[in-house]
């Protein structure tokens, strides 16, 4: 009896991350991405420093961008595995 278990991560949701950015930000990349969540809430804290409501508008948009973007990498490389 020498089976070899396979230890499967769970997939992320897209809409949950998604739900997230729209709602958190650049925290909610944190869901997708720690090293995303990271570099966007340092880069939010240097623009909401600026005060201007355009460039905080962008920085929330690529948040969303990149939380679904990492997301999907993320479940892609979990069916490589697979």
Same mark, same amino acid.
């Given at each position: =009896?020498?089976?070899?278990? /396979?230890?499967? @991560?769970?997939?992320?949701?897209? +809409? *949950?991350?998604? @739900?997230?950015?729209? !709602?958190? +930000?650049?925290?909610?990349?944190?869901? /997708?991405? =720690?090293? +995303?969540?990271?570099? =966007?809430?340092?880069? +939010? @804290? !240097?623009? @909401?420093?600026?005060?201007?409501?355009?460039? !905080?508008?962008?920085?929330?948009? !690529?948040?969303? *961008?990149?939380? *679904?973007?990492?997301?999907?990498?993320?479940?892609?490389?979990?069916?490589?595995?697979?």
């Amino acid at each position: =009896m020498n089976e070899i278990q /396979s230890v499967s @991560l769970p997939f992320k949701s897209v +809409g *949950v991350a998604l @739900l997230f950015c729209a !709602i958190l +930000g650049p925290v909610g990349v944190l869901y /997708s991405s =720690m090293t +995303g969540g990271v570099v =966007m809430i340092l880069l +939010g @804290l !240097i623009v @909401l420093r600026a005060k201007l409501i355009g460039p !905080i508008i962008l920085v929330w948009l !690529i948040s969303c *961008v990149w939380g *679904v973007g990492a997301t999907n990498r993320f479940n892609k490389k979990i069916l490589r595995f697979k």
